[in-house]
């Protein structure tokens, strides 16, 4: 199974996942937690590079260096982890890109579907939570929990307004495997949902 849990920075992620995997690990099932980008040397790399660099990358740029990073990551250790009967969490995946390169940058939605297709070879997750929260109310808890923000997290409210409006379009496309849940719920109630939507 491939968990995927997405929303915009400061939506709590984190905090769920690190729940989940307790909650799975306690009912026997072998977990693997990743994130995207990164979880590989190549992919690590990638993340500083989209991250942390001074350099202007341009929209599509990203949407390529992000779907790069995915692909080395299905390969190389999604795919076989699940034939080894792990359960994978992977904080972000496909859906980050179409919501923060196509719904925040402006890039086209049919092209990056087109790269999440090469990347993810046919891998698409049983089921995504999205974390959804306000704008300001996300930018509060990243504030808190970060020395200094990196790429994204400079990019401002109307992108990342754009990005949470991404998610909701996202979440009405694919009702079978999205389940958005209100972030502002308390840390056990989303928790309690998620539990619940994985039994």
Known sequence: MLITFEGID??????????????????????????????????????????????????????????????????????????????????????????????????????????????IDGLLPTITFILDVQVENAAQRADKRAEEKDRMENAGNDFFINVRLGYHHLAAQYKERIVMIDGTKSIEEISEIICAAII
């Open 10 to 119: 400061g939506s709590g992620k984190t905090t769920q996942i690190n729940l989940l995997r307790e909650h799975l690990e306690r009912c026997g099932h072998k977990v693997l937690c990743l994130r995207e980008p990164g979880s590989t040397s190549i992919s690590e790399k990638i993340r500083e590079t989209l991250l942390q660099s001074k350099e202007d990358i341009s929209p599509i740029a990203e949407v390529l260096l992000f779907c790069a990073a995915r692909a080395q990551l299905v390969s190389s250790v999604i795919k076989p982890a699940l034939k080894d009967g792990f359960t994978v969490i992977c904080d972000r995946y496909m859906d980050s890109t179409v919501a923060y390169q196509g719904y925040g940058r402006g890039v086209d939605i049919a092209m990056i579907d087109a790269c999440n297709a090469m990347a």
